[in-house]
């Protein structure tokens, strides 16, 4: 079973950067295609990035395209969100989620998603 947990959120200012983990335990990350999510109070669910097992794809949501940036660390059985320039309207919580079937195509729909981690919270406000 595999089991995956985010860290790295917090309060920046507009304009600041983080970079979140989404680190794999039970089975190699490696294995499967992974998606960030992120969900604001009041708003839907919202892909921002995918990067396909093998580390050759990756997609970005429109809203941060050309400011985030995704790359996996198969050695340390981890996915980072790099977030660069970071807006207000980037605040909500992150999640990480793996589909199930090795080597899936990246999608940015949730649905597509069977395992999932707890979340972490990105505020950014000055």
């Known amino acids: 079973q595999l089991q995956l947990v985010e860290s790295g959120g917090g309060l920046v200012q507009p304009g600041g950067s983080l970079r979140l983990s989404c680190a794999a335990s039970g089975l190699p990350l490696s294995y499967y295609t992974i998606g960030w999510f992120r969900q604001a109070p009041g708003k839907e669910r919202e892909g921002v990035s995918c990067i396909r097992s093998g580390g050759g794809t990756t997609e970005y949501g429109d809203s941060v395209k050309g400011r985030f940036t995704i790359f996996r660390d198969n050695t340390k059985n981890t996915v980072y969100l790099q977030m660069n320039s970071l807006k207000p309207e980037d605040t909500a919580v992150y999640s990480c989620?793996?589909?199930?079937?090795?080597?899936?195509?990246?999608?940015?729909?949730?649905?597509?998603?069977?395992?999932w981690g707890q979340g972490t919270q990105v505020t950014v406000s000055s």
């Open positions: 989620a793996a589909r199930r079937s090795f080597g899936a195509m990246c999608s940015m729909r949730g649905s597509d998603y069977g395992y």
